[in-house]
Every structure is written in structure tokens, then in C-alpha cells.
């Protein structure tokens, strides 16, 4: 017979959630010890190794928590225009102190393979398939060109804006933001909607 083990303490989880994030954004992901996140948290190692498998996993649960909807794609009348707000909501996050955290975590996950897996399925691919859902709506809706490869038009939108924001080759501004969009619809939008 399988026993049921013990609820899980919300006022736990929330103390590791935001230790977590007070320790990397002071020190950096490398620095920081599920040790120091216990301490910080005020509970016990195995207390945070019965929620979360690794430090990278709660690391990314801290950053997700942190970010909620903020980034999400935002009501509008039309799929264009969810994705240029989105875009423009991505860029202000980046602009953010919180941007830094994004930086320091991809520039880790080059060197520790858990970060990096971690940071791919909690962090890009919900977003790229957010962002997929998006273009595809606004094929549907006859405002793009069905004939183009969808995650090549993701990374052009979006790898840009991490290009600058892993490298600081340029401001990620409004301006910048519109250019990038005007350009991907230059090349991806239906030619029906592109007389009008």
C-alpha cells in the first residue's frame, strides 16, 4: 500500500524560490551552492532536493516565477500586433535588471550542461513555441505568407534581440524593435496584406 507522503510546504517553496534569486543575481549561477540556497532559505538541503532534481532547476523555477506573464503575449486585434507588443514587451524585460540574470544564465549554461538543458525547456522552447503558435495564427489569418520556414523567421525576430543582449553590440530600444519587425514583415508578409 502506498502511503502519502507529506504536503508540500508553500511557505517552504516560496522562501527557496526567492533565495535563489536574491544568490544568483548577487553572485552568479556558478557561485551559488544548493548549500547556500538552504541556509539563505532557512530549510534543510533535502528539503529543496524533494522539490527540485538540481540547482538549475530551481534556478530556472526562481527566474519563471520572477518573470510571470510578463513576457506573454499580450491581447490585441490581431496576430501581427500581439507579436510587435510581445516583442517590445521581450525588449523592455531585457532592458531590465532582470535582462542581466538572462545574460549570466546563458553565458553559464555554455559550460554546465543542466543549466543548459534546463534553460532550453523552461525558458526558450515554451517561448519559441509561444511565438510559433503566434506566427501560425497570423498565417491563418492571412497576414503572413505561408511559403517560409517559421523557426528560421523566430530566430531572426528574436535572436537579434539576444544577439544584443549577450553581446552589447547595440541598444535594444524601440527603434530597434520596429526596425526588426518592419524587416521580418518586409520578407514573410502575404502580398495581399502587403498592398494595403
Known amino acids: 500500500m502506498r502511503t502519502i507522503g507529506r504536503p508540500r510546504s508553500q511557505a517552504a517553496h516560496d522562501a527557496i524560490l526567492k533565495a535563489t534569486l536574491r544568490l544568483i543575481t548577487r553572485s552568479g549561477f556558478r557561485a551559488v551552492s544548493v548549500n547556500e540556497i538552504a541556509a539563505e532559505a532557512g530549510v534543510g538541503k533535502m528539503t529543496i532536493y524533494r522539490h527540485w ?27 501581427l500586433e500581439s507579436l510587435r507588443r510581445q ?26 550542461p543542466e543549466l543548459a538543458s534546463a ?4 525558458w526558450l522552447n515554451p517561448r ?16 503572413l505568407r505561408r511559403d517560409f520556414n517559421i523557426d528560421t523567421a523566430i530566430d531572426q525576430l528574436y535572436g537579434s534581440l539576444y544577439y544584443r543582449l549577450l553581446l552589447g553590440s547595440g541598444a535594444i530600444d524601440d527603434a530597434f524593435i520596429e526596425d526588426t519587425y518592419q524587416q521580418f514583415l518586409a520578407g514573410h508578409k502575404a502580398r495581399s496584406s502587403a498592398r494595403k
Open 87 to 112: 516583442l517590445h514587451l521581450q525588449a523592455a524585460f531585457f532592458r531590465s535588471a532582470r535582462g542581466n540574470l538572462i545574460r549570466s544564465l546563458v553565458s553559464e549554461a555554455q559550460s554546465d
Open 53 to 79: 532534481p538540481n540547482k538549475a532547476a530551481v534556478v530556472m523555477d526562481s527566474l519563471l516565477e520572477l518573470i510571470g506573464n510578463e513576457t506573454a503575449f499580450p491581447k490585441a486585434g490581431s496576430a
Open 128 to 143: 519559441r513555441e509561444g511565438v510559433r503558435q503566434n506566427i501560425q495564427a497570423a498565417i491563418s489569418e492571412g497576414s
Open 119 to 122: 534553460f532550453r525547456d523552461r
